[in-house]
């Protein structure tokens, strides 16, 4: 299967359109027709429809592998490019916004860095496909458990730090006097679903048995500081880790007590890290 061609279908399915498409990657519309229909005959299957343009069946499913199959690429050009490139001065880091708790933004060079936060599924992708030198991804896990990453590319991880987690919650909710709570006694309550700045909800009901956890509002954003905004007006609860959990004016910070769970910070990279990435991974995993 060409790659292109693979691509060019990619494209098409995503913008539901060949002159779109044409105009993205910069073909003639002609030669965006001529993609596809070469990688039908391949497949020996119609993967779009024309009139809308829209997956078929077959076609549905091709998407399904098609972007593990790029990323896949991506990545072995971006690591062969690496093993052959210099050096690099300066880093580039992609991190979810609570892996940056005050002892990684302590170990930042003091320049030539750039910052990109990311969600959970883009940092391993980002540093895959050398978009960024290193990654911080963090989650829920039990002590010392490694996390589960996408299996996007020979990627290495390494724990960098544990700390805590809290639940934050107005602070006129009746738990907000609690020395602690246990995640399981608050599965049926009313939570925010912010996948990109909180814990997912999806690993606070695994870590409590599976059930519970339904959001009251979704946050689709990477900022925590309207993430603890929402909370604080009584949106829904959150978990967020220690550092994270910063006084909030009309919010409280209880500890989890049970189940015994912490939020797990690692560095992903690609190869071993060179240059000013190779002195940040020094500091981070030298205290781990």
Known sequence: MDPHLLRTYVTVA??????????????????VSQHIAALEQDLGAPLLTRRPVAPTAAGQRLLEHAGPLLLRLDAARADVSRIAAAPSHGLSLAATPTALGPRVLAALPPAGVTLRVRTREEVPAAVATGAADLGLVDGL???????RLPDVAPLTTEGVGEEPVCVLLPAGHPLAGRSGLRLGDLADARWLDAPDAGLPLAQLRAAAGGRGFRPALRYEGTDLRVLTALAAAGHGLTVLPRAAAVPVPGAVAVPVVAPRVVHRTELVFAGPPRGAAAGLADALLVRA
Do not use: K, M, V
Request: no cysteine; glycine share 4%; proline share 8%.
């Open 14 to 31: 995503r913008l539901a359109s060949f002159s779109e498409a044409a105009r993205e990657l910069g073909y003639t519309q002609s030669a």
């Open 141 to 147: 896990a039990a002590p010392s458990d490694p996390l």
